[in-house]
């Protein structure tokens, strides 16, 4: 157990529909990146946010948003779907001032 | 635009042979380089890192080596065992931006 905890772990769903992807930090880390991972491909940044505020954006599609609650908690939400969006969704934390982040198991999303 | 290259999809290593995993990058702005494992199902797991003011560090059977002038990094896994089999991905910070790059990853299979 990474500490990072993503809910759910797969998710079916169909075109045209939204998800949201939660996900919960390391205790104490105040950063939370997302990432897509999609077959074949490497870990693609989408965004990060620190202490809820919205640090940085990676290749996010505008149908994507995220954001970060007072307790820490990230969410991904992703709407009006496609078959492309069919991927891994990986959620990280990092400490302030660390070296590297820690990531959760991530979140399969099907899109049929 | 890929500022982190892992060029190798795969390697197939026999048992208690050497691993070499490489990667490049284009950023002379990263200070910071780490691997991260991944096994099917879970999150990656960070494996090694090495500053930017360093060449080589060594944990163990891994070692990574820098190679500023060439912008090249490389890990090393001796002797490798059928349980390093799993994708392989190195990343890099740039400092500036505080952002990490991934690769695309390498898929090792270590045959017993």
């Known amino acids: 157990d990474s500490g990072v905890t993503q809910t759910p772990k797969h998710l079916i769903t169909a075109t045209g529909q939204r998800v949201t992807l939660r996900c919960s930090p390391r205790s104490g880390d105040l950063s939370v990146y997302w990432y897509q991972q999609s077959l074949d491909q490497g870990l693609q940044f989408l965004i990060q946010?620190?202490?809820?505020?919205?640090?940085a954006k990676g290749n996010i599609l505008e149908r994507f948003s995220a954001q970060q609650f007072p307790d820490l908690h990230s969410e991904l939400n992703l709407s009006s779907l496609e078959l492309g969006d069919s991927a891994l969704y990986f959620c990280?934390?990092?400490?302030?001032?660390?070296?590297?982040?820690?990531f959760g198991s991530g979140t399969r999303l099907t899109v049929v | 635009d890929q500022q982190v290259k892992q060029n190798s999809p795969s390697l197939s290593v026999q048992e208690g042979r050497i691993s070499i995993l490489n990667c490049d990058y284009t950023n002379s702005m990263f200070d910071y380089f780490l691997w991260y494992k991944k096994y099917p199902a879970e999150g990656p797991t960070f494996l090694i890192s090495?500053?930017?003011?360093?060449d080589k560090n060594e944990d163990g059977r891994f070692t990574v080596f820098l190679n500023k002038s060439a912008k090249h990094l490389s890990l090393h896994i001796v002797p490798s065992q059928p349980g390093d089999s799993a994708v392989y991905f190195c990343?890099?910070?740039?400092?500036?931006?505080?952002?990490?790059?991934f690769g695309s990853g390498t898929k090792l299979n270590v045959k017993p």
């Open positions: 990343a890099a910070r740039d400092y500036n931006f505080n952002k990490f790059y």
């Open positions: 990280a934390s990092r400490a302030s001032g660390g070296d590297g982040y820690t």
């Open positions: 090495i500053s930017s003011i360093k």
């Open positions: 946010y620190y202490n809820g505020e919205e640090r």
